[in-house]
């Protein structure tokens, strides 16, 4: 599976940015599908996640309320929509998926990473 985002680009702080992720291959559906960020400096950390098997979703509480994950099966697809975006959400963003049916928010159940896309909010 090939994970391709994008969509990033540079935000003044209260704006929105929608990312995208597209995944190559079939079988999406029963993929866990979500999204980590990783700041200069910074570990990776978990965003958001959408479980395949019951479509349940998890966010990070630094994002609850602000962000929004999405996915579209038959585009293969999956989205963030983020809002009331603050300097502290710039980072690189990463799509994940996972075979596991279990939240990805323990890491070591991510099986296929994207390259990443910039985010950049400016205060």
């Known amino acids: 599976v090939q994970l391709l985002e994008s969509g990033g680009g540079l935000v003044q702080a209260g704006g929105s940015l929608r990312l995208s992720c597209t995944a190559s291959?079939?079988?999406?559906?029963?993929?866990?599908m979500g999204w980590f960020r990783q700041a200069p400096g910074k570990e990776r950390e978990f965003v958001a996640d959408?479980?395949?098997?019951?479509?349940?979703?998890g966010y990070a509480d630094y994002v609850k309320g602000r962000f929004t994950i999405s996915r579209a099966n038959a585009l293969n697809t999956v989205f963030l929509q983020m809002n009331s975006l603050k300097p502290s959400d710039t980072a690189v963003y990463y799509c994940?998926?996972?075979?596991?049916?279990?939240?990805?928010?323990?890491?070591?159940?991510?099986?296929?990473w994207g390259q990443g896309t910039q985010v950049t909010v400016s205060s």
């Open positions: 959408i479980i395949w098997s019951d479509g349940s979703i």
């Open positions: 994940a998926a996972a075979f596991s049916a279990q939240t990805m928010s323990v890491m070591s159940r991510v099986n296929y």
């Open positions: 291959g079939r079988a999406f559906s029963r993929y866990t």
